[in-house]
T-cell receptor, first 115, second 117 residues
């Protein structure tokens, strides 16, 4: 299983762009990279997923370099409501019964957005 | 389409009692996962089930814990003879497929917070 490493915490101010980088040096060929967001007292919520290069949706962008050993979640113009824990996960997209059941969430990155 | 529903949201049990946690997956989802989250910790996988089958229970303690996902009805995580160390948030997730690929993300419920007194 590919292990991920993220900063424990980050601080930002409203309106700034926030980039959270995740290292996954042992990522395998079939692994996808997925990011989840978790607010206090709630379950994690899917943000974005990608395999290579760049993926963008209405919430965030995900940048994945060619070697795929890291990925960066980019949150444009954060607001106070973006204060949450962000998890980077790596999972196998093809191996039977080894998808979400094998995902390890780790401790994630606690993002604190201040006014 | 309702999301993943877990109940109860909060559960208090005395040491030695049984705790039953319920999870109704999203409509059309046949894959259910249970995770446990201790305070200030990340989520840890416990068990993965498909309808009427346990696929992977490698993360679940071998004693006192059991899970089922019957043909009809919600998935149940059962903890017998609870101890204080079982106090945690238990999250259920469901997905349409198990493989991590586009459009198959896992959706999580709000969790059940178990407190053992």
């Amino acid at each position: 299983l590919a292990k991920t490493t993220q900063p424990i915490s980050m601080d930002s101010y409203e309106g700034q762009e926030v980039n959270i980088t995740c290292s996954h040096n042992n990522i395998a060929t079939n692994d996808y990279i997925t990011w989840y967001q978790q607010f206090p007292s709630q379950g994690p919520r899917f943000i974005i997923q990608g395999y290579k290069t760049k993926v963008t949706n209405e919430v965030a962008s995900l940048f994945i370099p060619a070697d795929r050993k890291s990925s960066t979640l980019s949150l444009p113009r954060v607001s106070l409501s973006d204060t949450a824990v962000y998890y980077c996960l790596v999972g196998d997209r093809t191996k039977p019964n080894s998808g979400y059941s094998t995902l390890t969430f780790g401790k994630g990155t606690m993002l604190l957005v201040s006014p | 389409n309702a999301g993943v529903m877990q109940n109860p949201r909060h559960l208090v049990r005395r040491r030695g009692q049984e705790a039953r946690l319920r999870c109704s997956p999203m409509k059309g989802h046949s894959h259910v996962y249970w995770y446990r989250q201790l305070p200030e910790e990340g989520l840890k996988f416990m068990v993965y089930l498909q309808k009427e089958n346990i696929i992977d229970e490698s993360g679940m303690p071998k004693e006192r814990f059991s899970a089922e996902f019957p043909k009809e009805g919600p998935s149940i995580l059962r903890i017998q003879q609870v101890v204080r160390g079982d106090s945690a948030a238990y999250f259920c997730a469901s997905s349409r497929e198990d493989g991590v690929m586009p459009d198959t993300e896992a959706f999580f419920g709000q969790g059940t917070r178990l407190t053992v007194v």
